[in-house]
């Protein structure tokens, strides 16, 4: 299609509002219209010597203008699908590491429950051991025992809790898993 640039600026004079509004009834957004109306033009202009058009450039520019419209609408749900997708992840992630803090507090209890059941010496090297990091040498030298009775005394521990924290081992594996 052979177009100079004051016939193209005649063409956009006549028919720019008319299929603004067009595109408005579609998109109900003022400037979303004008923008997409604006594109057609352009490309108009742009690919001015290739475009073949078969019907009436009016029932072209509309045509256009209704396609992009429609488009632009499907663009927008699209956007707006996955914007909720990942709204809904989101939460579903704020829910799921509300649930992992909780299932981490109640772990806490248990295992300070266990702890507080063994015997005295046999608490004081666990607490030393696992809640303040401290090696058994420095246990040892700590409490005046020898590293060997420390070492005794965290296997003690260790058996202790294993054996009262089993049951919860194992549904708080199932309960991980799971996730």
Not at 18 to 25: K, N
Not at 27 to 44: H, T, Y
Not at 79 to 103: C, G, I, K, L, Y
Request: proline share 1%; charged share 25%.
């Amino acid at each position: 299609m052979q177009l100079d640039f004051s016939a193209f600026e005649e063409l956009f004079q006549l028919h720019y509002k008319a299929l603004a509004r067009a595109s408005f009834r579609i998109v109900n957004d003022k400037d979303i219209a004008e923008d997409i109306v604006q594109d057609i033009f352009c490309k108009l202009w742009e690919k001015r010597e290739e475009i073949h058009i078969t019907t009436s450039l009016k029932s072209y520019l509309y045509q256009s203008t209704i396609n992009h419209s429609l488009n632009n609408i499907r663009k927008v749900k699209r956007s707006d699908e996955r914007e909720n997708a990942f709204v809904s992840s989101h939460s579903s992630q704020e829910e799921s590491n509300a649930e992992s803090q909780m299932a981490v507090k109640e772990i806490q209890e248990l295992v300070n429950e266990a702890v507080d059941l063994l015997p005295n010496a046999c608490r004081k090297v666990f607490v030393l051991s696992r809640f303040e990091h401290l090696s058994y040498k420095e246990i040892a030298s700590h409490l005046g025992i020898s590293p060997k009775t420390v070492d005794n005394q965290m296997v003690k521990a260790l058996k202790h809790l294993r054996t009262h924290l089993k049951v919860y081992i194992k549904i708080l594996l199932l309960f991980f898993f799971l996730q």
